[in-house]
């Protein structure tokens, strides 16, 4: 048996639903591959497994309450929560779900859980009408978003007779997902500490100013209708609120977003590429860096109709598209007043070749490369991976929020900033 999680410490937190009875073999698959595990059971899965059996398969005594003098002696409720690299709460019911998103502390696991810094799973399991309400959806959709893990469910015939979405997963398939999120937390870990050594401190931009494009751009075809694409514009202003935050001075060029201005920055929101391209320009020449985000509409209708478009008897429409300007060549090509120019190159195969190509292409002085086939990162996701290139260098920032990776972003694209960085330095 491969030690994929030697002497890592996970924390399992069964609560009640028939499911719990694979809690057990889950133990023994996680102690098979060289895990610490220590067990919390709710009150409602004592009434479905016992602390007995748990503590037999993980070796360890089993913690039931907060009230318990003897067992807060021995390890107590803090000390349990920091214990841990991975809550994993497998089965988790509706009802933990619901009182996990709302931040409730009304037992020892949802108490270890508010009370611990290590990454937290959740394994649904319920029937499936249950798992269907918009309830328990919108707090698995608030879990998500405050970054815990959820583990399936999977679908299929359930204990009530039920058939669909609600099944916990099996206890391997919950095994390799644990290993996923160790290796994620791992290295998100490694990270932070570069990030933490090489930290820019807060004012430390200060003087310095960034202008950022950021979200999709909206290409009319007539009154109503338009080109775009999926962009949500969350990238640009995490970096425009890190630059923010750092003490520059920050001008965001914004498509079409809904999303709030982050403090201390000063917002141009524009519509159409030739409006974006427009704004840019004139404020990248009274920048110091430049940051192109922005997913700008490669083309644009050679003609708006000025009247909605009728359906007409064909089944086909022939639209006429012409190039919409490349707003961070037009930037990167300036002389003068040429800023320190990073791009975005958003791809789906074969990353960092085309992100490099694009780097020479547009003479930028740095690019982001970001796989947005990944599902968990890019567009309109709160995460992204991504690998920086310069001429010279290159540096991958594993996945992350989106915020904690504008923070590592800026502070590497000043710490290369040059200012005297024109376009023929940067292609001789
Ligand atoms: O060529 P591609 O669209 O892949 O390049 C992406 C980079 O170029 C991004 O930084 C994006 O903001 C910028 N771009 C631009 N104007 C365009 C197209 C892309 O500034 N018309």
Not at 68 to 97: R, Y
Not at 261 to 273: E, F, L, M, Q, Y
Request: proline content about 4%; glycine content about 6%; aromatic content about 4%.
């Amino acid at each position: 048996m491969q030690q994929t999680l030697t002497a890592k410490r996970i924390l399992l937190g069964i609560s009640g639903g028939i499911a719990a009875y694979k809690s057990a073999d889950l133990v023994r698959r996680l102690k098979e591959r060289g895990a610490e595990v220590r067990v919390i059971l709710t009150d409602a899965a004592q009434q479905f497994i016992t602390p007995l059996t748990l503590q037999a398969v993980s070796g360890n005594p089993v913690s039931t309450s907060m009230l318990d003098p003897a067992a807060e002696a021995a390890m107590g409720h803090i000390e349990l929560a920091k214990w841990a690299d991975l809550i994993v709460v497998a089965p988790a019911s509706a009802d933990v779900i619901a009182r996990l998103a709302h931040g409730m502390a009304n037992d020892l696991l949802t108490t270890c859980v508010l009370a611990s810094a290590a990454p937290v799973a959740v394994a649904p399991a319920m029937n499936q009408q249950m798992y269907n309400n918009i309830a328990t959806q919108q707090n698995l959709a608030t879990l998500k978003k405050h970054n815990f893990h959820i583990y399936g469910p999977g679908a299929g015939e359930q204990a009530c007779g039920d058939v669909g979405y609600g099944r916990m997963l099996e206890p391997l398939e919950l095994v390799a997902l644990v290993e996923q999120s160790i290796e994620q937390s791992t290295i998100k870990q490694s990270v932070i500490q570069t990030h933490e050594q090489s930290q820019v401190p807060a004012g430390s931009l200060a003087g310095l100013r960034f202008t950022i494009t950021a979200g999709p751009t909206r290409e009319a075809l007539d009154p109503v209708r338009y080109l775009s694409n999926h962009s949500s514009g969350k990238m640009g202003f995490a970096l425009a609120a890190a630059a923010a935050t750092m003490g520059a001075e920050v001008t965001l060029i914004s498509g079409p977003v809904q999303l709030a201005t982050p403090a201390g920055v000063k917002r141009i929101d524009v519509i159409s590429a030739q409006q974006m391209h427009d704004a840019a320009l004139k404020a990248a020449v009274k920048s110091d860096i430049f940051i192109g985000c922005a997913a700008v509409a490669d083309y644009r209708a050679a003609d708006v109709a000025s009247n909605k478009l009728k359906k007409g008897a064909s089944n086909e429409l022939q639209l006429t598209l012409i190039k919409n300007p490349d707003i961070i060549a037009a930037v990167a090509g300036l002389h003068e007043l040429r800023p320190f120019t990073v791009g975005f190159a958003a791809e789906t195969q074969d990353v960092l070749n085309y992100a490099r190509q694009k780097l020479l292409k547009k003479k930028l002085d740095m690019i982001c490369a970001n796989d947005v086939s990944q599902p968990d990162a890019g567009f309109n996701s709160d995460q992204n991976a991504v690998t920086l290139l310069w001429q010279d260098g290159e540096q991958t920032l594993a996945l992350q929020s989106k915020t904690a990776l504008a923070a590592s972003l800026i502070t590497l694209i000043s710490q290369h900033y040059s200012p005297k960085s024109t376009t023929s330095e940067v292609t001789k």
